[in-house]
Nanobody, 122 residues
Framework: QVQLVESGGGLVQPGGSLRLSCAAP????????IGWFRQAPGKEREGVSC????????YYTDSVKGRFTISRDNAKNTVYLQMNSLKPEDTAVYYC???????????????WGKGTLVTVSS
C-alpha cells in the first residue's frame, strides 16, 4: 500500500505563493503518474495538475495555467506543486494522488494522500 503524504499548506494572502510537497516513504514515486487535486467546501473534488510517469509531460486545469507548476525530484522521491499568484478561489484542501497506469483523473487514481489545507485570504 502506497502512503502519500502532503505538506506545505497554510494561510497565505492573495497574490502570495506556496509550494506543496507530496512524498511517499518507502515507495518510488517515479513509477507513478502523480496528480494534484483539490476540494473546496461544498464543491466536488477537481483535478489541478498532473505529471506523467513516462515522459514527464504535464497537465494543468485552465484556472491555474501560468500560475501553478508541477515538478518531480526523483532524487528526493517528491513531487511538488509550486503555486504563485494565489487567489481566494484557490482555497481548498489539496490532495496528491498516484496511479501506476498513468491515469490522471479523480476516478482513476490508485492511491490518495489525506490532503493539506490551503487558505488564501487577507
Amino acid at each position: 500500500q502506497v502512503q502519500l503524504v502532503e505538506s506545505g499548506g497554510g494561510l497565505v494572502q492573495p497574490g502570495g505563493s506556496l509550494r506543496l510537497s507530496c512524498a511517499a516513504p518507502g515507495f518510488r514515486l517515479d513509477y507513478y503518474a502523480i496528480g494534484w487535486f483539490r476540494q473546496a467546501p461544498g464543491k466536488e473534488r477537481e483535478g489541478v495538475s498532473c505529471i506523467s510517469k513516462s515522459d514527464g509531460s504535464t497537465y494543468y486545469t485552465d484556472s491555474v495555467k501560468g500560475r501553478f507548476t508541477i515538478s518531480r525530484d526523483n532524487a528526493k522521491n517528491t513531487v511538488y506543486l509550486q503555486m504563485n499568484s494565489l487567489k481566494p478561489e484557490d482555497t481548498a484542501v489539496y490532495y496528491c494522488a498516484a496511479d501506476f497506469d498513468n491515469h490522471c483523473s479523480v476516478q482513476g487514481m490508485d492511491y490518495w494522500g489525506k490532503g493539506t489545507l490551503v487558505t488564501v485570504s487577507s
